[in-house]
Structure formats: structure tokens, C-alpha cells
């Protein structure tokens, strides 16, 4: 398909609201994609016209709803290039899958143990890590961030060692937009022994992820950074670790056979899917999928990268503009202060013009801490973005400044 950025936003109804009396520009896709009229309607025509529960009715619209699940966790696996679709483990997004692994985990690891986590991550990626330690006692370290926010490689292959056994990070950093170095730092680990689980929650949206290439042990995503609904997502595992790990959650479909005396657990994926899930956003999830891949995630990748580097040069001619983490290897976000000016004020005034950025730490609080401020204005572009709404976002940072000195 040829790239044509009009005939795509007219997919996107949210793009005809007005804010604030202008024209909605949103900048925020790195917190959730805005979601494609297709997607909208595969959740109205489940609710029409197969609203079921699944696995368990023998009747027709049951069976319905169960294969429209079970065809998205397929599509899921094909996308991400997965060996079984078995591994693919559908999860309320990335902060469950995170949960899983780090609860797994507990039992299996003691104090004599090391796990790694780089100094880039969200949040979700730090605390269930910590929830962790706090009862197997297993020693928690930290790759530092160089001063331009990339992290120091150098640094985690004088920490990593046989006693390392998780090391985890994400593949993209939501506050700084910076892609990891993951392909070296998976072999560095299965050298030494080690598992690794990526967050791919900004990283899935904007190229191609070859879960069997990159060899990665687990991974995680969340479909409303993927143009899809929010609550649903996945957590991918290689089928013999996710095997030996104990559940999160216990209850219904996750079981093979229970008395009062003892349970046995269902085989996967479904032994971590306990209770109803989020069948409708399941089912979305695959015409989400669908979506990008009639666009294609390497015309998604060029034109963003072509909007990167033009709101880049563009913000640089600000005056007393910094940006933070401005190095070659980005996805499509960029984070930045004003001299003087708090990155709130900024972010209210762009509102006023109905232009949508975040402001604050991103949920990345260390990352913050890391360059001594308290935090940032975020502009997040998606290939629902045009150089037009960057040119407007400019006009109206300009005022903002001469409002507020
Ligand atoms: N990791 C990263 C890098 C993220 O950007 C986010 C969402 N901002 C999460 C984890 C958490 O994702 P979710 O809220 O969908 O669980």
C-alpha cells in the first residue's frame, strides 16, 4: 500500500473533534494510539452480534466468540513471529505480563540470585521487580544511564554474571523514545546464563519484532499503543520456561483438575488465563493488527522517522529548548523543557490550542532523577501526524513562552 497520510486519518473519527474550539492535534500516542474506525466496529459487531462467554458453551455463539479469540491470539503470534501460538499468553497488557513473570519468578529464585533491570524503565518494570525481592531477597542491580540517557553497555557487562538470572528492560523508552541496544544485550545474557524479558509496550507500534530472531525469552505489549483498545494485551514465553512458572491468578479456565485436597493447572496458555478476559478487546486487538499490517510497519517506520527529524529541527530553533536523550537511535518522541518554564504551564497553554502532548515523569521517575529535573514535556508522533500539526505545534509553543515569561 502506498503511504497517504489523509486517506488514513480518515480513519480515525477522534481526528474531526474539535478542542477548545480548534482542531484536535494529538501528540500523545506514546500513552495510547488513537484507534481506527475498523477496530471500534469489531468490538460493536462482537456486542451485536456474538457476545459470549468462551471455552465453555457448546452453542454456536459460543463457538463464535471462541474462535474470533483464540484467531487473534493466532494473528498475535504470527505477527510477532512466535514459534507457538501457545506462547502467546493474552494479559490485561504490559503491567500484568510484567507481573506474571516477576511472580513466577519468586519461587524459583533466592537470596543467592541476581537480577538485572536497566535505569531507562516505566515503572511496571521496576516495582512487581521489587514486590519480588522483598520476599525472595534476591539482589537487585541497575544499568546506569550515560550522560546523553543511553545506557552504559560497558556497565552491565561488569555487573552481569552466572549468579545474574533475569535481566530486564524495555526495547524503547516511553519518556525518552531511545531504542535499546536489545540484540547485544540477549546475548550478553544467554552467555552468562541469564533470561530476558523485553517490554515492548513503545517499541511494538513502530517496527517489525521477530520474537524467534531475536531469540528473547519474554515479552510484553499492550494493544492501546497499537492502535487497539485499552485492557488487553500479551505476554510472550518461551514454552518450556513458561511451563515451570507458577500462575498469578487462580480461578476458572486455568485449571485441568481441581478437589479441595489439590488443583492441577490447565496447559498453556490457558493455565495464566483465569476468569472471563476481555474477549471483545482480544478480538479488537487482531483487527488492530490487521490495521498496521495493511499500512506496514516499515512505511509506519520511514514517515515517523521523517516526522522525528523534522520536530526535531524544528523544536532545536526554539530558544532555551533542551531536549533530553537526543540521540540517532529513536522512535518518534521527544522530551523537553524550556528554560525556566514548568513543563505543566506548557502543556496547559497547548491544550488551549487543542494540541495534545503529556507532561510530568512519564511514569519513569529514576529516569527523571537521572537528569535532575522534575519533568518533561512529551511530544509522541504517530503516523497519524502530519508536518502541518508539527508547524502549529511550534506557533503555539512560541506563544506559550511569550505568555508566560
Ligand atoms: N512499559 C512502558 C515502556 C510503557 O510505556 C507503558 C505504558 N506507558 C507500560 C510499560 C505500561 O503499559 P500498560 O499501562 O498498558 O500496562
Redesign the pocket.
Known amino acids: 500500500m502506498t503511504f497517504n497520510v489523509e486517506n488514513i486519518r480518515k480513519d480515525f473519527p477522534i481526528l474531526e473533534r474539535k478542542i477548545n474550539g480548534k482542531s484536535l492535534i494529538y501528540f500523545d500516542n ?3 494510539s488513537q484507534t481506527p474506525i475498523s477496530v471500534i466496529e469489531s468490538i460493536s459487531d462482537y456486542y451485536k452480534k456474538y457476545n459470549a462467554n468462551i471455552h465453555r458453551g457448546v452453542h454456536s455463539v459460543s463457538e463464535e466468540a471462541t474462535e474470533a479469540y483464540e484467531s487473534s491470539r493466532k494473528k498475535i503470534q504470527k505477527h510477532f513471529n512466535a514459534n507457538f501460538s501457545e506462547e502467546i499468553i493474552l494479559t ?7 507481573n506474571i513473570i516477576a511472580n513466577g519468578y519468586t519461587d524459583l529464585l533466592t537470596s543467592d540470585d541476581e537480577i538485572i533491570v536497566s535505569g531507562m ?5 521496576i516495582v512487581p521487580w521489587q514486590m519480588m525481592v522483598e520476599k525472595n531477597h534476591a539482589k537487585l542491580s541497575v544499568i546506569p544511564l550515560k550522560e546523553n540517557g543511553e545506557l552504559d553497555i560497558d556497565h552491565f557487562k561488569s555487573i552481569i554474571s552466572e549468579k545474574t538470572k533475569i535481566v530486564f528492560l ?6 525518552l523514545g531511545i531504542i535499546n541496544p536489545i540484540e547485544e544485550i540477549i546475548e550478553i545474557s544467554h552467555r552468562n546464563g541469564a533470561v530476558v524479558l523485553i ?4 517499541s511494538s507500534a513502530h517496527f517489525t519484532i521477530d520474537l524467534q530472531k531475536l531469540d528473547v525469552d519474554y515479552f ?1 505489549a ?4 497499537l492502535c487497539g483498545p ?1 485492557g488487553i ?1 500479551f505476554l510472550y514465553g518461551k514454552k518450556n520456561l513458561l511451563e515451570k512458572l507458577t500462575p498469578l491468578m487462580g480461578g476458572g479456565e486455568m485449571i485441568s483438575d481441581v478437589t479441595f485436597e489439590k488443583t492441577t493447572y490447565a496447559e498453556l496458555p490457558h493455565k495464566f488465563e483465569a476468569g472471563t478476559p476481555n474477549i471483545s478487546g482480544a478480538i479488537a486487538f487482531g483487527y488492530a493488527l490487521d490495521y498496521i499490517n495493511k499500512i506496514g510497519l516499515d512505511n509506519i517506520y520511514n514517515y515517523e522517522n521523517e516526522l522525528l527529524n523534522y520536530a526535531t529541527q524544528s523544536l532545536k530553533k526554539i530558544e532555551g529548548l533542551k531536549i533530553y536523550g537526543d540521540t540517532n537511535n529513536k522512535t518518534s518522541v521527544i522530551s523537553f523543557n524550556i528554560e525556566n518554564l514548568h513543563p505543566y504551564d506548557i502543556g496547559s497553554i497547548l491544550d488551549k490550542f487543542g494540541i495534545a502532548v503529556r507532561t510530568g515523569q ?3 521517575q529514576p529516569i527523571m532523577d537521572h537528569f535532575l529535573i522534575s519533568g518533561t514535556v512529551r511530544v509522541s508522533l504517530s503516523f497519524i501526524n502530519t508536518k502541518k500539526e508539527i508547524d502549529k505545534l511550534i506557533e503555539a509553543i512560541n506563544i506559550a513562552k511569550t505568555m508566560l515569561s
Open positions: 506514546a500513552a495510547t490485561s497488557g504490559t503491567t500484568h505480563s510484567i524503565e516505566h515503572h511496571s518494570n524495555n526495547h524503547v523508552s516511553n519518556a517490554d515492548g509496550a513503545q510484553t499492550s494493544a492501546h499503543k485499552t494485551g512519564h511514569c519513569a
